[in-house]
């Protein structure tokens, strides 16, 4: 089993759908969650960084997390054709000094 | 403020020629960190470094090796080349200091990578 598990996709959904993305993982040492989006080619972005369990909101996206489920999501409300990209979970023990262990990435596209 | 600049962008090697990739990170920050991701796969974590020193490796053969310097700037090195090789060398940044020296951030900006294809 992997440390971390993200359904790779591809999932296609309409311009204003709401998108989940999820993540599971196995190690419940992992405290520090974060979401990374990569367009084609290109490095990874930070879209969110959340610690231990809870929701955090930024504009259109919204971050949980259940360490009890050990499950992480990503809500995108109001999708665009710009978010269309590979969306990566992302998590670590500490808050810098261990690597970050990540998913395989799902790829999105929003069709308009 | 200047990102995670990566150089070169694209390297095109030779099976057993050795390559090196460099990074710099965003200014004020004292941690680097290498990925590898392979085409389909999340990035990989190769090694750690913060303030000039090696603070974590991940399962990489000794082929691959790093430093960092004083301007916090960083090498990868990749000896012998293999066509397993082939893929995006991503760098990470971390860890912001204030100018009194207190820890203010310790999320990871990556840089937009190198795309290593080894023929």
């Known amino acids: 089993q992997k440390e971390v598990e993200q359904d790779p996709g591809p999932l296609s959904v309409p311009e204003g759908a709401i998108v989940s993305l999820n993540c599971t993982y196995s190690?419940?040492?992992?405290?520090?969650f974060m979401w990374y989006r990569q367009y084609s080619r290109k490095g990874p972005e930070l879209l969110m960084y959340t610690y231990s369990s809870g929701n955090k909101e930024d504009g259109r996206f919204t971050a949980q997390v259940d360490k009890s489920s050990k499950y992480i999501s990503l809500f995108i409300r109001d999708s665009q054709p710009s978010d269309s990209a590979t969306y990566l979970c992302?998590?670590?023990?500490?808050?810098?000094?261990?690597?970050?262990?990540f998913g395989k990435g799902t790829r999105l596209s929003v069709i308009a | 403020d200047a990102g995670v600049t990566q150089s070169p962008t694209h390297l095109i090697k030779t099976r057993g020629q050795h390559v090196t990739l460099r990074c710099s990170p965003i200014?004020?920050?004292?941690?680097v960190s290498w990925y590898q991701q392979v085409l389909g796969q999340g990035p990989q974590f190769i090694f750690q470094?913060?303030?000039?020193?090696?603070?974590g490796r991940g399962n990489f053969p000794d082929r691959f090796s790093a430093r960092q310097f004083p301007n916090y700037s960083s090498e990868l090195n990749v000896n012998a080349l293999l066509l397993g090789d082939s893929a995006l060398y991503l760098c990470?940044?971390?860890?912001?200091?204030?100018?009194?020296?207190?820890?203010?951030?310790?999320?990871?900006?990556f840089g937009q990578g190198t795309r290593l294809t080894v023929v």
């Open positions: 470094y913060y303030e000039k020193e090696e603070r």
């Open positions: 190690n419940s040492a992992f405290q520090y």
């Open positions: 992302a998590m670590s023990p500490t808050s810098g000094n261990t690597p970050l262990v």
């Open positions: 200014s004020g920050h004292k941690s």
């Open positions: 990470a940044s971390s860890f912001s200091f204030s100018r009194t020296g207190f820890l203010e951030k310790t999320e990871a900006f």
